[in-house]
């Protein structure tokens, strides 16, 4: 049985950009965007937040602030502020994962960092839940999350080359329908492309459920008849753009989903592990994107009640 401690950073100190240890900088997700606004912000203002890990043998392996490192490489900075959780390298990984939430870790980030335990590691799926206080189900979900993560898909979701939320919510459905081979093309065809959600989702529906010469297209290279047949409005008996029926469509199904939820959410057969873990996982999405999808549902209601 593991016996990792659960241990506070220490005090913060300020240690040699060169002595980090970035051999877990693939296990964080690459966030282009985001970076740019953190490298003018601390080209302005400095470095606010110390970066976090565990220090051995000289050296600081970075587990957190792989964002802030890469920008003050960027800066020529020749310093950054460290807080040391130990020197157990597997304790810090745990301290990561407790505090995921408040370090901002995404559930891919989660789900690499618990394989490495198990993997690298050694430690069982019900150590890792022990140290953890979660459930057995909740370690399960994320090892299955990395089980179906080809090489190819996850490389391009980690760099940033693809986005995590199109994969999750837009492809990994398909992986019950398609070889995952399919898969890696899509993404390896759009990585870095800069496409929006919604191109990409429209992409993923021509490519995986249209006709030959819509995949080969795409997988071409050559997107701009693809996007334009998505885009197209041809006339609607109803007067509708093919845009505004499966936005009409999309409203449909939200309302009679609210109506489900709220018709089953009380019910006490909802109660399995397996259950409790998805469920926490989705509702927290939804909670965290409650207010926006409130504000933008009064807004769009009372434009359209302009009509």
């Known amino acids: 049985m593991s016996t990792h401690l659960r241990v506070a950073p220490t005090t913060v100190t300020e240690i040699e950009l060169s002595d980090l240890d970035l051999r877990y ?37 970075l587990l957190n602030g792989f964002k802030r490192a890469r920008c003050a490489a960027k800066l020529h900075l020749r310093t950054v502020p460290f807080s040391s959780w130990g020197t157990d390298e597997v304790g810090g990984i745990l301290q990561l994962l407790r505090g995921a939430r408040h370090q901002g870790l995404h559930l891919l980030e989660q789900a690499r960092f618990i394989e490495a335990l198990k993997s690298e590691r050694a430690m069982s799926v019900a150590e890792i839940a022990e140290q953890l206080s979660r459930s057995k189900a909740w370690v399960k979900l994320r090892l299955e999350l990395m089980v179906q993560l ?47 959600v919604r ?61 489900r939820v709220i018709g089953k959410s009380q019910d006490p057969r909802l109660q399995s592990g397996p259950f409790l873990v998805q469920c ?21 209601h009372d434009r359209t009640g302009q009509a």
């Open 280 to 300: 926490n996982l989705l509702t927290s999405g939804m909670l965290s994107r409650g207010p926006i999808f409130l504000q933008l549902l009064r807004q769009l």
């Open 199 to 259: 191109e990409i989702e429209g992409l993923a529906q021509g490519f995986f459920r249209g006709p030959e010469s819509f995949r080969a297209e795409v997988l071409s290279g050559n997107l701009s008849l693809p996007l334009q047949q998505i885009s197209a409005t041809p006339p609607d008996p109803e007067g509708c753009s093919q845009f505004e029926r499966i936005f009409l469509r999309d409203l449909e199904r939200t309302h009679q989903g609210m109506l």
């Open 25 to 61: 900088q693939g296990h964080r997700l690459q966030q282009p965007r985001q970076e740019e606004q953190l490298l003018a912000s601390i080209a302005q203002v400095g470095i606010q937040e110390p970066l976090q890990g565990v220090g051995r043998d000289g050296r600081a392996i």
């Open 150 to 196: 080809s090489p190819t898909v996850a490389e391009a979701l980690f760099s940033g080359a693809f986005p995590v939320y199109c994969y999750l919510y837009s492809l990994r459905p398909f992986r019950r329908l398609k070889p995952a081979a399919d898969i890696d093309q899509f993404v390896t065809a759009l990585r870095g492309k800069q496409l929006s």
